[in-house]
């Protein structure tokens, strides 16, 4: 599959307000995203997530390293024309209804009056504001906006959707219907980048997972490669070493056994690797602490 999206030891520091010092939002962050696959971006709060995502869209300007498309340098605007963008916090004229908020985005496009009027139909009807779209914006829950800006996302059927949490302030019902139209997206060839913290849905969803924290990438991969787990082999066949287990797996294969391996759930998965992070963290600033004095 072609590689659709590049970071390449990408670092971006922010300025703090106390003289010489910044803050390291992205550190050093190399990602590769093959076109038609469901990307998730992953972390806790405050990891970097959104950062990236502007570095890609040529919103920021990286302190170090580079980010593709297409391998062209994001620092082209005219990149942005195949882009749809959901931010993190949209923001938009509160009275504008829905269906004007879509004219305007799709005018901006250059799609003719008409056009972006059975336009905006046909979008409020793929998210389920089909009954709202006469409505101002300012009446809308949260839900419902996010459903309206994943609907400005989609106008001129971008190939690539960056997605900045789609699922947040959804309800359930919302957040399955938003599912299915991504999986729906991926079928008709698009690529989807996105982030979240709804991981069992990330799990349904997603191709492949990058987890981030502090700026760093803690693990990144398919589901299947990260959720088959060298330490969950052992719940099939326990007290072995690597060695044996692999000897009997092959064994058993060899033997036209079937070996079947327990995945362990994402959610599991990112919590480990946050916890173990973090304790190694503490216990290396503890020890920089311990030189200092
Ligand atoms: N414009 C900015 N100026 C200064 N610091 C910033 C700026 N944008 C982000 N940061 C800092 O960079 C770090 C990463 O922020 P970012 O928004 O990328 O995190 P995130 O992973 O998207 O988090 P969340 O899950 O809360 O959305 C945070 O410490 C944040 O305070
Ligand atoms: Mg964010």
Known sequence: MAELIKIDNVTKD???PIRGKKLRAVDKLSLAIESNT?????GPNGS????????LLGLL???EGRCLINGESVADPSIRKNIGYLP???YYYRFLSGTELLVYFARLQGIQKRD???LAGNLLERVGLEDAGGNRLGTYSKGMLQRIGLAQALIGEPDL??????????DPIGAAEIGALIRDLKAQGKTILLCSHLLSQVEALCDKVAIMQSGKLLAEGSLDQLLVSDEDKSLLIKNLDTESRERIVKTAISMGGQVSVNRISLETLFQRLVARNKRSNSVSRANEEGENE
Do not use: N, Q, R
């Open 14 to 16: 922010f300025p703090l």
């Open 161 to 170: 959707l960056i997605l900045d949490e789609p699922l947040a302030g959804v």
């Open 61 to 63: 300007k990286p302190t």
């Open 116 to 118: 972006a009027k059975a």
């Open 88 to 90: 993190e916090a949209p």
């Open 48 to 55: 970097g997530k959104s950062t990236t995502i502007k570095l």
């Open 38 to 42: 469901v990307y998730g971006l992953l």
